[in-house]
């Protein structure tokens, strides 16, 4: 009677009940630092072999694209890895050819896109799981409501010229917003010193 307690117990331990992990790593970047190490190191993950397994599985991505990930540990200290496709954010940006959003999406436009953009944006996210049984149309919904709120105009034609002049005059205006944004963080730096 008491060994098969004794069993029970031992496979009772085994059994590890935590929450998966989700996090952002940049394809073909990932290294033991913060926050990857820490975070797979309370799991009792090794993090040599998921930082080689993952940079092996992204080596044909541009490095630096940000990858959503998932890891569930499983009791033996193995785990599994899906991976998804780059935010709507980050391809509206590369779309846009812009490197942020607006401060204020309903006053300012910090880039345009085409809908012909927007189609080939919900191609890409309808590959992924989250996406599996939504129509194409419901993506390019959410991928437009997504523009807005970054600033972006979703136009149906685009003048290239007319786009660049937009940019240079657009990256001034980021400039100056960076500038004051400093000012703020000195002023409160000062208070409080």
């Known amino acids: 009677m008491s060994r098969r307690l004794k069993g029970a117990k031992k496979a009772a331990e085994k ?15 990932a290294n033991p630092g913060p926050p990857i190490g820490p975070q ?8 040599a072999v998921f930082c080689k397994d993952f ?40 779309a846009a050819g812009v490197e942020r959003g607006a401060m204020n999406a309903s006053k300012e436009v910090s880039g345009k ?11 890409i996210k309808s590959q992924d799981e989250m996406y599996d049984c939504i129509p194409l149309q419901t993506i390019c919904k959410e991928i437009i409501h997504r523009a807005r709120t970054m600033g972006i105009q979703v136009v149906h ?31 409160k730096l000062l208070r409080t010193a």
């Open 55 to 94: 940079n092996d599985r992204t080596k044909h991505l541009k490095p630096g694209i940000p990858i959503p990930c998932l890891i569930s540990v499983n009791p033996d200290r193995s785990y599994n890895l899906k991976m998804s496709t780059p935010p709507i954010s980050y391809f509206l940006r590369q």
């Open 40 to 47: 797979l190191g309370q799991r009792a993950i090794n993090i």
């Open 15 to 29: 059994v590890i009940h935590s929450t998966p992990i989700y996090i952002y790593i940049q394809a073909g970047m």
């Open 157 to 187: 034609r685009l003048d290239a010229n007319e786009y660049a002049q937009f940019l240079e005059e657009r990256k001034q205006i980021v400039e100056k917003q960076l500038k004051e944004i400093e000012e703020i963080k000195q002023a």
């Open 113 to 123: 896109i085409t809908v012909k953009h927007v189609y080939e944006i919900a191609k």
